[in-house]
């Protein structure tokens, strides 16, 4: 399972297009999008757009503190290619000061990844559970989640220069 991760859009989505047409030319097929906040409404928006390549992939997404009057969560549980996997924008779990609140609650939920966004800033913390942070659209970078029998590898992808 191929699990492309985005967040913090905040509404630019020229650069959305351009980083999933980059990022299409280094990929296989993409199984799974997610948006992690913060441009729920841009993700929508790309959704035909995505799926002029990957027709029928999973579409998951969750609410930032930015994202106002949308319908998503402001986390879920999905399995991923064996794994479950925690989804949030973070806002909630205070991670611009620490990640053990969302450490907690992706073990509470009894998941092996978290994901989240917020911070603008991509990481990746290995363990049980993996943290990740693919970055921000608006800054040119994603991740690549591949999840195969429940392990986990996780590939960021930067392309710009910030």
Not at 34 to 53: K, M, N, Q, W, Y
Not at 59 to 82: E, I, K, T
Not at 116 to 130: C, K, L, N
Request: negative net charge; contains cysteine; hydrophobic residues 40%.
């Amino acid at each position: 399972m191929r699990a492309l991760l985005l967040s913090d859009i905040h509404g630019d989505l020229t650069t959305l297009r351009w980083l999933l047409e980059q990022v299409w030319q280094q990929t296989g097929p993409i199984d799974a999008y997610i948006c992690l906040g913060d441009g729920v409404r841009d993700f929508e928006h790309a959704e035909s757009f995505i799926r002029t390549r990957d027709e029928h992939a999973l579409m998951y997404a969750v609410r930032g503190n930015c994202d106002f009057a949308v319908n998503a969560p402001v986390h879920q549980v999905v399995s991923l290619g064996g794994a479950q996997v925690y989804m949030t924008h973070g806002h909630y779990h205070r991670v611009k000061s620490t990640l053990s609140y969302l450490r907690d609650a992706a073990h509470e939920a009894g998941c092996s990844i978290a994901l989240y966004g917020h911070t603008h800033a991509a990481d990746v913390e290995p363990g049980v559970p993996m943290l990740v942070n693919p970055g921000s659209v608006k800054d040119d970078r994603c991740a690549l989640l591949e999840v195969n029998d429940g392990k986990p590898r996780v590939r960021l992808i930067n392309l710009g220069f910030k």
